[in-house]
């Protein structure tokens, strides 16, 4: 079993910056395959960025604007997020896959976080 804990989400003015963290249990972080995803109200789960032990991956929506990294040490993996824009408002989820390659699809995740509020006003 693994356990996520996010942390990091708040309120910012759109053009600002957050950094969410997450931090997984288990011997074996370096090996996992982690992602971010989010989730707005009425909306579905949506892939925002994940990150294996050597490649990251961006929805076109953050390409150049979010930076998802890792520190195996810390079994931890963040994603540092700048010029934010209202449409970043959701709940953002950080999704771990042991043992496996990466993926953009929110079924293919074993193990989920309880969630972060990010909430960017205009």
């Known amino acids: 079993q693994v356990q996520l804990v996010e942390s990091g989400g708040g309120l910012v003015q759109a053009g600002g910056s957050l950094r969410l963290s997450c931090a997984a249990s288990g011997r074996t972080f370096s090996l996992y395959a982690m992602a971010w995803f989010r989730q707005a109200p009425g909306k579905e789960r949506d892939f925002v960025a994940a990150?294996?032990?050597?490649?990251?991956y961006y929805a076109d929506s953050v390409k150049g604007r979010f930076t998802i990294s890792r520190d195996n040490a810390k079994n931890t993996v963040y994603l540092q997020m700048n010029s934010l824009k209202p449409e970043d408002t959701a709940v953002y989820y950080c999704a771990a896959r042991p043992l496996a390659k990466v993926t953009t699809s929110t079924y293919q995740y074993d193990f989920w976080g309880q969630g972060t509020q990010v909430t960017v006003s205009s």
């Open positions: 990150i294996s032990w050597s490649s990251t």
